[in-house]
Structures are given as structure tokens and as C-alpha cells.
């Protein structure tokens, strides 16, 4: 079945760094544009950054552009997110999207993982 683990989340103190993953099974992991969005408590979810589906595109969220990296290996069905010098604002959870539009839209969430950014 289809699946989108991530992990790598944490507590870090600002100005910290983390590296989240996503490990996708189940489908075929290059043909999808994958990205990262994030859900703080009482707020919409939103999106961090997107990667095309051979990653030779990305595109980020204005308050992460310089900071955070989305990346991809198409080989280990992986996605990632470095993140650098994060701000107590950062703090929420991080959800991998896989989406895939052609004639129909095919579209996977992974469960999430914590991060949480304070002294």
C-alpha cells in the first residue's frame, strides 16, 4: 500500500538545523511532484516547499526562502528538507505530499513529524 514516512523531527533551539525525510512506497515515487507543508497549532496548514518530480524545480514558501532546501533521490524514493537557522515561528508539524495530475489527480499525505523550535 501507499506510503509517505517522515522523520527527523525534534527539538532544536533557534538557529539550529534539522533534516527531515520522507520515504515513499507503494507508488512510483519519480513520476510525483512531492513537497512539505506544515501546521502550526490553530493554523491552516501550509506549504513549505515543492519539488518537481525529476527535481530540477523548486519553490518555497517566502518565509523559509534562504533557510530551507527541499531536495530528492529519486533512486531511494526519498524526500527531504534541510532546514537552517530556525525560528521559534518554524515550530509545527511537517507533512510529505505526494501529487501526481494527469487525467486524474493522485495525491498521498504522510502522518507527520513534530518539530518544535524554543530555548
Not at 534562504?66 to 530528492?72: D, V
Not at 495525491?107 to 523550535?117: F, L, R, S
Request: aromatic share 12%; net charge positive.
Amino acid at each position: 500500500q501507499v506510503q509517505l514516512v517522515e522523520s527527523g523531527g525534534g527539538l532544536v533551539q533557534p538557529g539550529g538545523s534539522l533534516r527531515l525525510s520522507c520515504a515513499a512506497s507503494g507508488f512510483t515515487f519519480s513520476w510525483y511532484v512531492m513537497s512539505w507543508y506544515r501546521q502550526a497549532p490553530g493554523k491552516e496548514r501550509e506549504l513549505v516547499a515543492r519539488i518537481s518530480d525529476t527535481g530540477g524545480s523548486t519553490n518555497y514558501a517566502d518565509s523559509v526562502k534562504g533557510r530551507f532546501t527541499i531536495s530528492r533521490d529519486n533512486a531511494k524514493n526519498t524526500v527531504y528538507l534541510q532546514m537552517n537557522s530556525l525560528k521559534p515561528e518554524d515550530t509545527a508539524m511537517y507533512y510529505c505530499n505526494g501529487r501526481r495530475a494527469t487525467m486524474m489527480v493522485y495525491e498521498y499525505w504522510g502522518q507527520g513529524t513534530q518539530v518544535t523550535v524554543s530555548s
